[in-house]
């Protein structure tokens, strides 16, 4: 008969690998996040679009320039979101078809997007009544952020 210890530490060890394996997820996602961003189908409009940034400067996100802009890559956008797994635009039913590690890709995607421009948080309020989140999952995204010491709006 094993003892509470060692019940205890068979626990302890097992929720370690699993937590080993989904950091092990993590990483891959890390090396290949955005790759198809370097076929010519995607990174053509993203030059167009870096040279309108270096003429008129970055659009804050959320805003109407900000819109524009993003519709101005059409069909650059259908692709990317067709082979990139951590945008809800991949799902027929947005984030309800996403995986835990599709939203934790996420949402470190939009904090190094909100690290390019000139704003100093994460506009997190945008992009959670864009795709109409449940309130649940918005207190996941900004406990996260506040554990973090993500600056948000």
């Given at each position: 008969?094993?003892?509470a210890?060692?019940?205890?530490?068979?626990?302890?060890?097992?929720?370690?690998?699993?937590?080993?394996?989904?950091?092990?997820?993590?990483?891959?996602?890390?090396?290949r996040?955005?790759?198809?961003?370097?076929?010519?189908?995607?990174?053509?409009?993203?030059?167009?679009?870096?040279?309108?940034i270096?003429?008129?400067?970055?659009?804050?996100?959320g805003?109407?320039?900000?819109?524009?802009?993003?519709?101005?890559?059409?069909?650059?956008?259908?692709?990317?979101?067709?082979?990139n797994t951590?945008?809800?635009e991949?799902?027929r039913?947005?984030?309800?078809?996403?995986?835990?590690?599709?939203?934790?890709?996420?949402?470190f995607?939009?904090?190094?997007?909100s690290?390019?421009?000139?704003?100093?948080?994460m506009n997190?309020?945008?992009?959670?009544?864009k795709?109409e989140?449940?309130?649940?999952?918005?207190s996941?995204?900004?406990?996260?952020?506040?554990?973090l010491?993500y600056k948000?709006?």
């Amino acid at each position: 008969m094993p003892t509470a210890k060692e019940v205890t530490y068979a626990h302890v060890n097992r929720v370690s690998e699993l937590l080993g394996e989904a950091a092990i997820e993590l990483i891959k996602r890390g090396a290949r996040h955005d790759r198809s961003k370097f076929e010519p189908v995607e990174l053509d409009p993203l030059q167009r679009m870096q040279d309108l940034i270096d003429k008129e400067g970055q659009a804050p996100y959320g805003t109407d320039e900000y819109r524009r802009r993003t519709a101005l890559l059409g069909e650059m956008l259908a692709h990317h979101y067709a082979h990139n797994t951590h945008h809800p635009e991949h799902y027929r039913n947005s984030v309800a078809g996403m995986d835990l590690f599709d939203l934790i890709e996420m949402f470190f995607d939009w904090k190094a997007a909100s690290e390019r421009g000139e704003e100093s948080e994460m506009n997190l309020s945008y992009s959670i009544n864009k795709l109409e989140m449940p309130s649940m999952l918005e207190s996941i995204l900004r406990n996260t952020a506040d554990r973090l010491g993500y600056k948000t709006k």
